[in-house]
């Protein structure tokens, strides 16, 4: 009742002032004292609104846990020697390494939580999901508080190893190395499905995640000058194809789920980084090779697994790779923000 009389009080006193003509600030002076409304702000304002900010493609790499998954072209097979102890706690046969671009990588950032290095030699995009040599699944690994994941997967899906071995124990004539074309194109083919089933585990695991995929380097030069380790010209050029082949799947897919992210505006993303012409000049046979040759146990009579994988310079090399894809991001704005409060 009493605020009903002031309201009231409040109407016909600006009657009669604006009948006496008297200035309106006289009139604002008396609503100010009679409702306590209209008076002018006085002092800082109680609080701020809290503030959004987008973070950059490295403050979403560096702000968590980075972990490395994948096979031998990540766990360091090339550099690997018999007897070393496998890093993180990791199976004998994982050959998980120092000289791999993982340890280079976490050497070269600040980041927000551990490094797990979880990459297995010999691993298959069926191996990420369940698990390799009794170990658990790498993808148990991926978790909430993981900022940054790199992956090379593929190769063992397409059977590189067998195939390498078939091209290079065949008569020097023969022509059983480019023979497997059908088989390897179909294997390739089929790794879509499988990886799309990897990334998805990931991006369930760790949302805000920035996903990057590391693809293979061309193992022979574009135009090989003759025959290596048994290996014609002929069987060369076709490895390489097959090389770029499975990158080009690898990519599609990373492409594919990168788009998803960005069409429903999520954080995090799925990245592909192009190695392919990474080691130009530098390819099996070249003087100064990023890949090893053939390696023959003459103990044992085989083919040494180092074979065909990078030398320390070539984990080097993908190390450089890695650091530039951290900095420079996907291309786009990350959906990624830090709220901070007043």
Same mark, same amino acid.
């Not at 560096?62 to 072209?73: H, I, K, N, P």
């Not at 390897?184 to 879509?192: D, K, T």
């Not at 890695?322 to 990624?336: E, S, V």
């Given at each position: 009742?009493? !605020? ?5 009080? +409040?109407?016909?006193?600006?009657? +009669? ?39 950059? +493609? ?12 994948? @096979? ?15 890093? @993180? ?44 040599? &009794? ?34 124990? !065949? ?7 480019? @023979? ?25 695991? +760790? ?39 499975? #990158? ?48 023959? @146990? ?30 420079? &991001? ?5 959906? #990624? ?6």
């Amino acid at each position: 009742m009493r !605020k009903a009389a002031g309201v009231v009080a +409040a109407v016909l006193l600006g009657v +009669a002032l604006a009948v006496a003509g008297l200035p309106a600030g006289v009139y604002t002076g008396f609503a100010c004292a009679l409702l306590d409304a209209g008076c002018p702000a006085t002092g800082e304002p109680a609080g701020r609104l809290p503030q959004v900010t987008r973070l950059t +493609a490295a403050e979403v790499a560096l702000g968590g846990a980075y972990v490395a998954l994948g @096979d031998s072209y990540s766990s360091g097979e090339g550099v690997y020697r018999r007897g070393e102890a496998p890093l @993180d706690g990791g199976a004998d046969r994982c050959h998980r390494a120092g000289g791999s671009y993982v340890p280079l990588v976490a050497g070269a950032h600040a980041f927000g939580g551990e490094t797990g290095f979880w990459a297995c030699s010999g691993a298959t995009t069926g191996n990420l999901l369940r698990g390799q040599h &009794g170990q658990q699944p790498q993808i148990e690994r991926v978790g909430a508080g993981t900022s940054l994941v790199t992956l090379s997967i593929g190769g063992n899906d397409a059977g590189f190893a067998p195939v390498l071995t078939e091209c290079i124990v !065949k008569f020097p004539w023969s022509s059983a190395c480019v @023979d497997q074309d059908a088989e390897v194109r179909h294997r390739i083919g089929e790794l879509r499905g499988s990886m799309r089933a990897v990334l998805a585990e990931i991006r369930t695991r +760790a949302p805000e995640a920035r996903v990057v995929l590391l693809g293979y380097p061309r193992p022979f030069p574009a135009s090989p000058p003759g025959r290596i380790d048994n290996l014609g010209v002929a069987d060369q050029r076709w490895l390489n194809s097959m090389t770029e082949r499975l #990158n080009g799947v690898v990519r599609e897919v990373a492409d594919e789920f990168d788009r998803a992210i960005v069409a429903f505006g999520g954080p995090g993303s799925v990245e592909y980084v192009d190695a392919y012409e990474a080691f130009d000049g530098h390819e099996v046979g070249r003087p100064r090779p990023y890949l090893n040759g053939v390696i023959v @146990d003459m103990e044992q009579l085989t083919v040494d697994p180092r074979s065909f994988h990078p030398t320390a310079d070539g984990y080097r090399r993908f190390a450089e790779l890695i650091n530039a894809q951290i900095t420079t &991001g996907p291309g786009r704005p990350l959906n #990624n923000f830090h709220l901070s409060t007043p």
